[in-house]
């Protein structure tokens, strides 16, 4: 009894204790888009906290140094704030347009700065793995190459077609909306035809108009020693180990089939609720008849909404009875009502916990909607480009939100809906059910991100999760070549068919 008791223990010793050895860990995501980075980076500073060394190349260094991380960047100068107003105009066509248009001028000005190339082109640092994101950027796969490391995607949303082609994932045009769709899983005839060119632009379209470019940026700026000898930009896109994906498609998502090298961590970067600042805290516990939170995230300034519509959103915002905390900075000269605090910024996440906030105003970005859910908040949206429309469609399908176009928005259509979130009791309801769904996991998903990471380290590489397609081109994968076969043959038979039945019934008719 005893030795078996032994061997037992030191097996669940052994087992429960899987250490993964402390990797230098590379990610390289020079881009400036912000809530990508934003996303994943409570990620990166988790591995640090865990022992890894982890070297960022970003856009967005951090504020305050952190132990075993360190910030390479940022390649951009600053000071180039665009008004994103001109963004809000896209539709299905265009979006894929403005994609490869944005990745072409973005890369370029980026991977010609003067720190990036002093980093790509250094031999000082090695590297066991390397973490990038493919988006608009698909040539920081070579930096994998690079360091003769596995590579780790990450996808800051539900993978679109233009990064399923790589991973072989389904990618079906018929009911997997894509992100500037403006539609959800449930699609009509014309949303699903915009959604198969959409998708066709991406799968097809793009390997002329926009991979070429991608191409030559990587052999223009990612040159090392043994640069020459890399393999092509698409087969090391293949071979990418794992894609962590900043979406869950339970409650915010559509569901659809996954590989198993393709994980779904959304929500890492929800903390529990901080204690709020005094003022914040004193003005919401005073809101006896609730409060609502208001916030177009970090791009969309308020001063930029033209001024008939901000004066439509204060019109109705003030005419109120709940308390509204409101993300923006006013110009001078604009009188708000008691009931409004404003501020540049606010602890969102924080205040959505507060049991007094009944609403969140938003512009339907991905984190917040992630917070909201968490919290069991329903949202009005007012969408404006990317995911966002998306976002909120799903929020109104599910239940726990409304959306209110921008272009047709009335005091009356604004108003009503912010009336019937705070009246109805059905969206707080559903918000509950479907904030229960987003927790409802086996691990958090911060850890659950970790854990893939390490497993990949573990298993260096880990490429029995790529798919075992990756290999097939399109009329290998289609089956056309065995379904033209199958016709032949087929046609064939009934053609032999056809003979015999017409010389039997000939031979009958001569012997009658
Ligand atoms: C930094 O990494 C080392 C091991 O590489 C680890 O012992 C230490 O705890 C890490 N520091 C922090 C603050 O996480
Ligand atoms: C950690 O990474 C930094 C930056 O890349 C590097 O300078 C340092 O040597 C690394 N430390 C170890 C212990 O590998
Ligand atoms: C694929 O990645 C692995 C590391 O995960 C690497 O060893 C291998 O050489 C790569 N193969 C190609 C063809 O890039």
């Known amino acids: ?116 190339k002093n980093f790509v082109q250094s031999s000082s640092n090695s590297f066991d793995l390397v973490i990038i994101e493919t988006f608009c950027q698909e040539y920081t796969v070579a930096m994998g190459h690079k360091y003769n490391a596995p590579v780790i995607n990450l996808s800051p949303a539900m993978p679109w077609v233009s990064v399923s082609k790589w991973l072989d994932v389904p990618a079906t045009y018929s009911y997997i909306p894509d992100m500037c769709l403006q539609s959800t899983g449930d699609m009509g005839f014309i949303e699903r035809l915009k959604n198969t060119i959409s998708g066709l632009m991406q799968s097809y379209a793009d390997n002329f108009v926009y991979f070429p470019k991608m191409k030559e940026t990587m052999d223009t700026y990612i040159t090392y020693d043994g640069w020459e000898s890399r393999p092509p930009l698409e087969q090391m896109l293949k071979n990418v180990s794992l894609t962590l994906v900043n979406s869950n498609y339970y409650a915010i998502g559509v569901a659809r089939p996954y590989l198993p090298g393709i994980v779904e961590v959304g929500g890492m970067h929800i903390k529990p609720p901080n204690p709020l600042p005094e003022n914040l805290q004193t003005f919401l516990d005073a809101a006896d008849e609730g409060a609502i939170f208001f916030s177009f995230g970090s791009i969309i300034n308020l001063n930029d909404l033209p001024n008939e519509k901000l004066e439509i959103v204060l019109s109705v915002i003030q005419k109120l009875k709940q308390k509204v905390i409101i993300k923006w900075t006013p110009n001078d000269g604009v009188k708000l009502s008691e009931n409004i605090m404003t501020g540049s910024w606010f602890p969102q996440n924080d205040i959505l916990a507060h049991p007094n906030v009944k609403l969140f105003i938003t512009h339907g970005g991905l984190h917040s909607i992630e917070e909201t859910i968490s919290n069991a908040i329903p949202v009005v949206g007012i969408p404006f480009f990317a995911d966002q429309y998306l976002n909120m469609k799903i929020a109104e399908e599910k239940g726990y939100g409304k959306l209110v176009n921008f272009f047709e928005m009335t005091e009356e259509s604004f108003g009503n809906a912010v009336k019937e979130l705070l009246s109805n009791v059905m969206y707080k309801e559903t918000a509950k059910v479907q904030s229960q769904v987003f927790k409802d996991q086996p691990m958090k998903p911060l850890d659950l991100a970790v854990y893939w990471v390490e497993y990949v380290i573990r298993n260096g590489g880990a490429e029995h999760l790529i798919s075992g397609s990756i290999e097939l081109n399109d009329a290998q994968y289609f089956l056309l070549d065995i379904s033209l076969i199958l016709f032949v043959l087929i046609g064939l038979i009934i053609w032999l068919c056809y003979l015999v039945v017409a010389k039997a019934i000939s031979k009958k008719l001569n012997t009658d």
Not at 40 to 61: D, I, K, M, Y
Request: proline share 6%; with cysteine; net charge positive.
């Open 1 to 116: 009894m005893l030795p078996s008791m032994f061997f037992c223990s030191v097996l669940c010793i052994a087992a429960c204790t899987i250490v993964t050895r402390a990797a230098n860990i590379l990610v390289f995501m020079p881009l400036p888009m912000k809530s990508h980075f934003r996303g994943f980076q409570p990620l990166f500073e988790e591995l640090a906290h865990r022992g890894h060394n982890v070297t960022v190349a970003s856009s967005f260094p951090l504020d305050r140094p952190l132990v075993n991380y360190t910030d390479v960047g940022p390649f951009v100068n600053k000071g180039r704030l665009r008004n994103v107003m001109e963004l809000v105009h896209m539709n299905f066509v265009t979006s894929v347009q403005l994609k490869w248009d944005l990745g072409i001028r973005m890369s370029d000005s980026v991977m010609s700065h003067e720190n990036m």
